[in-house]
């Protein structure tokens, strides 16, 4: 079972990992609590799972055939992944509250 943040830590990171190098335009507290939130999470992980997690939050895919194409690419255990996904998404929420 899913974790009750991991739908709204995936959809910040979505928009994170697509808009990063750009000035984001946020229009309420909300987005940029979830924006900064993001950026803390994501300034923990180290270089590989920052890498990978831009990998798979910036595919046009279902997020599954995302996390799939990763590990084929990086010839990696779909596990292993989810694992990176999961310590991410469990620091967004900590950052921002949700836990």
């Avoid at 739908?7 to 990171?13: D, F, L, Q, T, V």
């Avoid at 909300?30 to 595919?59: H, I, N, P, T």
């Avoid at 990763?70 to 836990?99: C, H, T």
Wanted: net charge positive; charged share 35%; with cysteine.
């Amino acid at each position: 079972m899913k974790p009750r943040y991991a739908g709204c830590a995936k959809h910040a990171m979505k928009y994170y990992a697509r808009h990063r190098e750009e000035t984001p335009n946020l229009r309420t507290p909300a987005e940029q609590k979830d924006w900064e939130a993001c950026r803390q999470a994501f300034s923990s992980m180290d270089e590989k799972a920052q890498e990978l997690l831009l990998e798979v939050y910036r595919g046009r895919d279902t997020f599954g055939d995302n996390v799939y194409s990763a590990s084929q690419k990086r010839r990696m255990p779909q596990e292993d992944i989810w694992v990176v996904i999961n310590r991410f998404e469990k620091k967004y929420a900590q950052i921002r509250g949700l836990i």
